[in-house]
C-alpha cells in the first residue's frame, strides 16, 4: 500500500530529483505569510506566495477576548493582499470549524470571490455562512469540490493536493502544496485515533516520499498535552449509550453544533432503545439538515421531534441535544439552566452531559453555568467524571509520532498561541528535526524559502485586530475600545447646564444623568455639591461677558469635576459636560 502511494505521489508530484531540476531554473522565492492563528486559538489564515501566484489556507475568526468588550469576533487583517488580489489562485479550507471558515463571508467579497476548494461539508458550511450573512451572496461563489484526497489541482505554479485526516468534524482534510521551491504539508486541524470508529487509523508515512524539501505546519494546540492517550470515540460512544439508556429522567446532552457525527450517532442509538430525540440550537439543527441533504448522515423522521412537542413525551423516553455547552449567554443550554426555556424545565433526575471541551477563556463561564446547574440536578456529566467527549486535538505524543512519519525538512508549528507553537519545537527537536530547521513565526511574519534554505525577513505585514461588532466591521478601534473599558469599569456622567448668553451665567441647576457611577437616590449630597461646582466653574470662566472659550469650559469642568469625584468616590466615571447657550 505504502509503496503504490509512494509511486503515486511520484507520478502526481515528481520525484525529489525532478524538483531539484527545477528548483535551479527558477529564482522565484516561496513565500508563507501567517495573517493570523500565530498568536491565538482562531483567525487562522495562511496566504503562500510564489511569483505572481497566491494561494490561501483558510479565513477563520477568532472570539474576543474579556478586554474586548461588545466585540463580536474579529477577523483576520488582509492588508497585505490589497492590490494583489488578482493573484489570488484559490482559498483552500482544511475544515468547517468557524476558526476557519469563519470571516469567508466578509472576507471573499472583498478579495473579488477567489476560487474557493475543499469538501463537500466544509464548502457547504461556507455557502450557509455567507447565505446567513448577506442573503444570494453564495451565488457568487466559484467553487472545485474536492471529492478524494488523490485529486490535485493546479492553482498558478502551485500544486495542490490532499490527505486525510481525523478531527472533531466530518469532512476535515489535510493539504499538500507543492511549489519548485518546496512542498507544504498541512494537517489543518488534526487528532490521532488509534481506535477509531468506522475506519482504520490514519497514518502519514506516505508523506515522507513527497518532494523535499519538506515544509510541515502543524496545527501544535495539543504540546503541553502529556496525558499518554486520549479516549477513543469508540469508549466515548459506549459512556454516552450508558448514561442515555440507564437515565431515569430526560437526557439533556450540550455539545458543538459542528459534532455532526457525534449528534447523528446519538439519534441513531436512542431511536434504537425507543427514546425521541429534539435538537435545539439555530446551528446545530442547520448544520444537521445540511449533512443530511449532503447524505453523510441518515436519521429517520420518527427519531427525531420538535422542540415544541417535547411535552407529549414521558420524559424518560426523551433526549434533547442542544448547542451552549461553552456558557454562551443566550445560548440553548444556559437558557434551560436559567430557566428561561420556553419548552424544557431541569428536574432532579434528568441527566445532564456536557459532551464538549473547554474553549480556552470560557473557564469561568462554564463553572458558573456547572455550579447552577448542580443545585437543579443530580446527574451532571462531564470530561472530569467520565468520558463523555473525545478532543479534536493531538497530544504531545501524537505530535512526535506525525512528525516522525513526515519527516519534515522544515518545521512551523501553527493555529495555536505562541506558548503552545514554542513548546512544539521541543517535541521537533525530539522527534529529530533540527533546531536551525525549526521557526516559529508571529502573525505577520514572512519566510521565504529558496533553493533549500529559509529565513524570515526582518520586517512583518500589517495584521492589526479587525473587531467586528454588530454590522461594523473594522469601525471599532482602540479609541471605541478604550471608552467601553471606561465605561464599563467606573460608568459614565452627563451634565447638561444652561447658560444664559447675556450674562454667562448657569441658569437653574444643571441637569444631571449618570449611569453606572453611583445610585443618584441615595447620592443626593453628592450630585448637590456636584452641581454647585458646575455652577462656580462656568460663573468663574464666562461670567466676565465677553467672548467665552466653551471648549475651555468644558474641559475644566471634566477635569475639576473628575478630580472631585475621585476624592470622594474614588472612581472615575466617564464625564460628559454639555453646555447650552440661550
Ligand atoms: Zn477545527
Not at 89 to 118: C, E, M, N, Q, T
Not at 319 to 337: D, F, Y
Not at 427 to 452: P, Q, R, T
Request: glycine residues 8%; aromatic residues 8%.
Amino acid at each position: 500500500m505504502i509503496a503504490e502511494t509512494s509511486f503515486f505521489f511520484r507520478l502526481a508530484f515528481g520525484s525529489t530529483n525532478e524538483v531539484h531540476r527545477l528548483m535551479l531554473k527558477t529564482k522565484t522565492n516561496l513565500r508563507i505569510i501567517p495573517l493570523g492563528g500565530q498568536e491565538e486559538v482562531g483567525r487562522n489564515m495562511t496566504v503562500f506566495e510564489y511569483g505572481n501566484d497566491i494561494v490561501i489556507l483558510d479565513m477563520g475568526i477568532q472570539f474576543p477576548e474579556e478586554d474586548m468588550p461588545g466585540i463580536d469576533y474579529i477577523i483576520p487583517n488582509i492588508s497585505y493582499l490589497k492590490g494583489k488580489e488578482k493573484n489570488i489562485r484559490g482559498v483552500i479550507f482544511s475544515h468547517g470549524h468557524l476558526d476557519h471558515i469563519g470571516a469567508a463571508p466578509i472576507l471573499l467579497p472583498k478579495l473579488g470571490y477567489p476560487k474557493i476548494i475543499g469538501r463537500d461539508l466544509t464548502l457547504a458550511l461556507v455557502k450557509k455562512r455567507m447565505e446567513d450573512y448577506e442573503l444570494n451572496s453564495a451565488e457568487n461563489l466559484e467553487t472545485i469540490h474536492v471529492k478524494s484526497v488523490d485529486e490535485r489541482i493546479n492553482l498558478g505554479k502551485f500544486r495542490i493536493g490532499f490527505f486525510n485526516v481525523e478531527h472533531s468534524i466530518m469532512d476535515a482534510v489535510g493539504i499538500i502544496i507543492n511549489t519548485p521551491q518546496g512542498t507544504i504539508v498541512h494537517p489543518g486541524d488534526w487528532k490521532m485515533d488509534k481506535n477509531p470508529v468506522d475506519q482504520k487509523p490514519i497514518t502519514y508515512n506516505h508523506l515522507s516520499k513527497l518532494p523535499g524539501p519538506k515544509i510541515l505546519m502543524l496545527e501544535s494546540l495539543g504540546s503541553t498535552d502529556t496525558q499518554p492517550t486520549h479516549v477513543s470515540e469508540k469508549e466515548m460512544y459506549a459512556n454516552l449509550e450508558k448514561l442515555i439508556s440507564e437515565a431515569a429522567g430526560k437526557v439533556i446532552i450540550g455539545t458543538f453544533s459542528s459534532q455532526i457525527r457525534r449528534i447523528a450517532h446519538i439519534i441513531t442509538y436512542a431511536k434504537r432503545i425507543g427514546k425521541k430525540v429534539a435538537l435545539d440550537g439555530y446551528s446545530m439543527k442547520s448544520n444537521v439538515e445540511i449533512a443530511k441533504e449532503l447524505g453523510y448522515i441518515k436519521i429517520g423522521k420518527e427519531a427525531l421531534i420538535h422542540i415544541n412537542d417535547v411535552h407529549k413525551y414521558p420524559e424518560n423516553k426523551l433526549v434533547i441535544i442542544c448547542t451552549g455547552a461553552q456558557g454562551e449567554g443566550n445560548a440553548v443550554l444556559s437558557r434551560i439552566i436559567s430557566d428561561e426555556h420556553k419548552f424544557i424545565k431541569i428536574r432532579k433526575n434528568d441527566t445532564i452531559i456536557f459532551s464538549s471541551s473547554v474553549i480556552p477563556g470560557n473557564e469561568r463561564t462554564i463553572q458558573r453555568l456547572k455550579d447552577n446547574l448542580y443545585r437543579k440536578c443530580d446527574n451532571v456529566i462531564h470530561s472530569d467524571v467520565m468520558d463523555v467527549h473525545t478532543s479534536g486535538h493531538s497530544n504531545a505524543a501524537d505530535i512526535k509520532e506525525i512528525i516522525k512519519q513526515i519527516r519534515p525538512d522544515f518545521f512551523l508549528p501553527v493555529y495555536a498561541n505562541h506558548y503552545f507553537l514554542k513548546e512544539a519545537t521541543k517535541l521537533a527537536v525530539e522527534a529529530g528535526v533540527s533546531k536551525e530547521k525549526i521557526f516559529v513565526l508571529d502573525n505577520g511574519s514572512i519566510i521565504e524559502f529558496y533553493n533549500g534554505n529559509a529565513s524570515v525577513l526582518n520586517r512583518k505585514v500589517e495584521t492589526g485586530y479587525v473587531f467586528v461588532d454588530g454590522l461594523g466591521i473594522g469601525d471599532v478601534g482602540e479609541v471605541v475600545l478604550r471608552d467601553r473599558h471606561v465605561l464599563a469599569r467606573d460608568g459614565m456622567f452627563v451634565i447638561v447646564a444652561v447658560v444664559d448668553r447675556q450674562t454667562g451665567k448657569v441658569k437653574g441647576s444643571p441637569d444631571i444623568i449618570s449611569r453606572g457611577f453611583v445610585y443618584l437616590k441615595e447620592s443626593k449630597q453628592l450630585l448637590k455639591e456636584t452641581r454647585k461646582k458646575v455652577i462656580e466653574i462656568v460663573d468663574k470662566a464666562a461670567g466676565t461677558g465677553g467672548a467665552v472659550n466653551w471648549s475651555y469650559i468644558k474641559d475644566e469642568i471634566r477635569n475639576k469635576i473628575g478630580s472631585f469625584f475621585y476624592t470622594k468616590t474614588q472612581r472615575r466615571p466617564m464625564i460628559l459636560p454639555v453646555v447650552i447657550e440661550v
